[in-house]
């Protein structure tokens, strides 16, 4: 069964057990949105050029949630870099993330729990059903890790997102061993065909984060 990239990404953040998500939500949600922008660049659908994002060949795109970004682009009075698109897209990413696993959902590979606490405040938790697929997923990019094959643009953006997106223990149960994972991800990122495309995406993310972070904590001080 074929998944997109957005997709795999958020199969393989449900946590096997409670229907949460591994990655913490600031995190995930500007990941969610590289993995979309790096879904429209490896089907050629999105090319940077001078630094500005451009749509190309968009006629074919059949996804809802790649037609509502492609739909905001369209919308942008002039080009845009990818940081300003990584940054806009990421505040509208809770809304992407239900939308993808609607349809993850429709493919019986998940299956989402709408409950509310206390009767009064709802939540969602999300349970993987075909866990074979998850588990197959899982373990070829652990192979890929340690045997990376640089054409493979999916699996290499996979890995970026996963390190953006503070995923770690997916490919090590050792905390000491982070540093190495982080380190092996970046080499792979740098041999990658297109890496251009792939390691600035993964830079905006976590400038993105970083930022909101910076920012949330200011606040928070100066409220004290």
Do not use: C
């Not at 991800?185 to 993964?202: G, S």
């Amino acid at each position: 069964m074929g998944l997109s990239l957005s997709e795999k990404l958020l199969l393989l953040a449900i946590h096997p057990d409670n229907g949460k998500f591994i990655s913490p939500d600031l995190h995930l949600n500007y990941s969610l949105t590289g993995a979309i922008l790096l879904e429209l660049s490896i089907r050629e659908h999105l090319k940077l050029v001078d630094g500005n994002v451009y749509l190309n060949d968009i006629d074919k795109i059949d996804s809802p949630v790649l037609l509502g970004v492609i739909n905001l682009i369209q919308e942008s009075k002039k080009p845009r870099t990818l940081k300003f698109w990584v940054q806009k897209l990421g505040r509208k990413s809770g809304k992407f993330r239900w939308s993808i696993l609607k349809e993850v959902e429709s493919k019986r590979v998940v299956r989402i729990h709408e409950k509310a606490f206390l009767g009064i405040i709802p939540y969602k938790r999300v349970f993987v059903l075909d866990k074979q697929l998850k588990n197959e997923l899982h373990n070829s990019l652990k192979d890929f890790l340690r045997s990376p094959d640089s054409q493979n643009t999916e699996q290499v953006a996979l890995l970026g997102l996963i390190d953006a997106s503070q995923m770690h223990k997916l490919l090590t149960s050792d905390s000491q061993n982070k540093r190495v994972i982080k380190k092996r991800i970046q080499e792979i990122v740098k041999e990658n065909p297109i890496k251009d495309t792939v390691e600035l995406a993964i830079k905006e993310i976590q400038a993105a984060i970083l930022t909101i972070i910076a920012i949330s904590a200011a606040t928070s001080a100066s409220a004290r």
